[in-house]
């Protein structure tokens, strides 16, 4: 019992460390090369399809699961006005990616869009975000078919001048 208890602590343990070492940013640039998984510092939420990394890109796939809302989270990023621009491309059919402003990736409550759904079209995607306080960036992926997939690749948010 003593074992359980003392298991159970140092893997909290380990989930307050990981955390505590995410800092608020001031710009991101992340090209997901060397990611293996989602890096520690964001956060993804796939409901019942799947949202990895692989292939040197993020993966929003539906499997048998269209219309899922699925997000991919930042770290947090300082408030401030910012260039957000990214690779976006998908495997065929209707698909769009819409920005939101995130207080708390726990709480579905706290995620407000601040840039309407635009219909991915294999473009790069730029986007013009001010953050009125320190947040998170949630990139909400639509996929209306079945074993659809959406590809992100080389997120670059910079601060505007």
Do not use: R
Request: charged fraction near 20%; include cysteine; glycine fraction near 6%.
């Amino acid at each position: 019992m003593k074992k359980i208890i003392l298991a159970g602590i140092v893997t909290f343990g380990g989930f307050l460390t990981a955390n505590a070492q995410c800092k608020t940013v001031n710009t991101l640039t992340e090209n997901f090369d060397t990611w293996k998984d989602i890096n520690k510092c964001w956060t993804a939420q796939a409901g019942k399809a799947m949202l990895y990394a692989s292939d040197k890109k993020i993966i929003f796939y539906s499997m048998t699961n269209p219309g899922e809302n699925m997000y991919l989270i930042t770290p947090k990023i300082k408030a401030g006005t910012y260039t957000l621009s990214l690779d976006a491309s998908d495997n065929g059919g209707e698909t769009s990616l819409e920005l939101f402003s995130i207080a708390n990736a726990a709480d579905t409550k706290s995620y407000i869009s601040i840039a309407k759904a635009a219909k991915i079209t294999g473009d790069k995607k730029v986007f013009n975000v001010t953050l009125k306080k320190d947040t998170h960036l949630g990139l909400k992926v639509l996929l209306n078919g079945v074993h659809q997939a959406v590809y992100v690749d080389n997120f670059t948010l910079k601060p505007k001048k």
